[in-house]
T-cell receptor, first 115, second 114 residues
Framework: AQSVTQLGSHVSVSEGALVLLRCNYS??????LFWYVQYPNQGLQLLLK??????LVKGINGFEAEFKKSETSFHLTKPSAHMSDAAEYFC?????????????FGTGTRLKVLA | NAGVTQTPKFQVLKTGQSMTLQCAQD?????MSWYRQDPGMGLRLIHY???????DQGEVPNGYNVSRSTTEDFPLRLLSAAPSQTSVYFC?????????????FGSGTRLTVV
């Protein structure tokens, strides 16, 4: 079965600093990987997705993620944090290659941006 | 507005009561699913459906039933609520091929079982 692990349940950065949120996956087949963002009291919103077209994926709000097969990682980055980036971020993997249709989420990383 | 609509937004139940969480989408998506979100545990898949008349279990199906009689609706039933089912519930949908491209989420139902 596929799974994702998000390292660090809470991350704090200063406004203007680099944002790095870590995600490692486990998969026996080529994965489809995603990052979602959840603002307080809202549903989840798709930030970006990896579907094997390119290893560096650009998303909304200046975020990007790089797929590294050798490290089984899909870390999320943003060069300069903004106060509005404060939210919870979820990494997810789509378990399609095994013939099922499960979409598995990590446990989330809450990003705090300090003024 | 097109999207996924969940009702109610908030609900308080007593232990042993039953209720149905409603989920409807107007995008003609084949795939629909229910997740529960608990602090420190992320989103865990309860049940999902790949089309009308077809449902399957996710990671945490116990205590929940689903059915899919139409493409648009995917209700989640709690037959006998327990405090352990206190959570925020999200419904999500996508085209089957859209599993490669991401979900559309509802805004959630916050359920408290006392």
């Amino acid at each position: 079965a596929q799974s994702v692990t998000q390292l660090g349940s809470h991350v704090s950065v200063s406004e203007g600093a680099l944002v790095l949120l870590r995600c490692n996956y486990s998969s026996s087949v080529p994965p489809y990987l995603f990052w979602y963002v959840q603002y307080p009291n809202q549903g989840l919103q798709l930030l970006l997705k990896y579907t094997s077209a390119a290893t560096l994926v650009k998303g909304i709000n200046g975020f990007e993620a790089e797929f590294k097969k050798s490290e089984t990682s899909f870390h999320l980055t943003k060069p300069s944090a903004h106060m509005s980036d404060a939210a919870e971020y979820f990494c997810a993997v789509s378990d399609l290659g095994s013939g099922t249709y499960k979409y598995i989420f990590g446990t989330g990383t809450r990003l705090k941006v300090l003024a | 507005n097109a999207g996924v609509t969940q009702t109610p937004k908030f609900q308080v139940l007593k232990t042993g009561q039953s209720m149905t969480l409603q989920c409807a989408q107007d995008m003609n998506h084949e795939y629909m699913s229910w997740y529960r979100q608990d602090p420190g545990m992320g989103l865990r898949l309860i049940h999902y459906s790949v089309g009308a008349g077809i449902t399957d279990q996710g990671e945490v199906p116990n205590g929940y039933n689903v059915s899919r009689s139409t493409t648009e609706d995917f209700p989640l039933r709690l037959l006998s609520a327990a405090p352990s089912q206190t959570s925020v519930y999200f419904c999500a949908s996508t085209e089957l091929r859209g599993l490669y491209y991401g979900y559309t989420f509802g805004s959630g139902t916050r359920l408290t079982v006392v």
